[in-house]
């Protein structure tokens, strides 16, 4: 079961819709196994991209997989303090993390209790339709955001509208009817600006024309 963790209590979504974002790689740098909040920065793109959507007034949550507490590497206990800098990071850019949800699990850890398969892995959805639960928002009128396929897969078996970051950090490219993003951008902030324009903001036409659908 994945494990959760929330900022300032459960901010609801009233059944709107959210935006869910991957941590790594895309709203901070990817520093394999990081648990050390000082060396939390932000990916390219992603404070701009926090000041836009933190005007939304839907809930921002970001999911996890943290294999790491399976491979033994840390605990889960250590990921309060990742949580906590996080929150901090967004309120810093003036929008609020409603909730943070993470996976413990690896098949392959060093730890028994956290070494299996699960459904709240990426690219499995079970961290989405958690959040969604917990939160009530409606997972069909969200957004999942990430820098891999298995975040786009994620997002299309929980029924979410998929943004994939084109950074580099997916080198793979397994491809799968459940792994085309919807839209390709280059950082987090041409993401934000095609999220806020499905919520009903404007998208300015120099930022549209910069970007690649799929």
Same mark, same amino acid.
């Given at each position: ?20 974002? =991957?941590? =790594? ?48 590497? *840390? ?14 990071? *967004? ?16 098949? &392959?850890?060093?730890?028994?209790? *956290? ?66 993003? =919807? ?9 934000? &600006? ?21």
């Amino acid at each position: 079961m994945a494990i959760n963790s929330t900022v300032s209590g459960i901010v609801p979504g009233r059944r709107t819709g959210a935006v869910l974002l =991957d941590k =790594d790689g895309t709203i901070v740098e990817d520093v394999p196994y990081n648990v050390d909040p000082a060396q939390m920065r932000f990916a390219p793109g992603a404070a701009a991209a926090l000041r836009r959507l933190g005007q939304l007034g839907v809930p921002l949550v970001v999911v996890s997989n943290q294999p790491g507490v399976a491979l033994g590497r *840390f605990g889960p206990h250590a990921l309060a303090a990742v949580r906590q800098r996080l929150a901090a990071m *967004f309120e810093e850019q003036g929008a609020r993390l409603a909730g943070f949800f993470f996976c413990p699990h690896h098949p &392959a850890g060093a730890v028994p209790r *956290f070494t299996r398969e699960c459904a709240c892995r990426k690219p499995m959805p079970g961290l989405l339709r958690q959040a969604a639960a917990l939160m009530q928002f409606d997972l069909r009128q969200s957004w999942m955001i990430g820098d891999i396929l298995n975040d786009v897969e994620a997002g299309k078996r929980a029924g979410c509208h998929t943004i994939l970051v084109d950074c580099g950090n997916e080198t793979e490219w397994v491809p799968g009817p459940l792994r085309k993003p =919807d839209h390709v951008v280059r950082d987090l902030d041409e993401a934000a &600006a095609i999220v806020i324009q499905h919520f009903g903001g404007p998208l300015p036409a120099a930022e549209r024309s910069g970007m690649e659908t799929t």
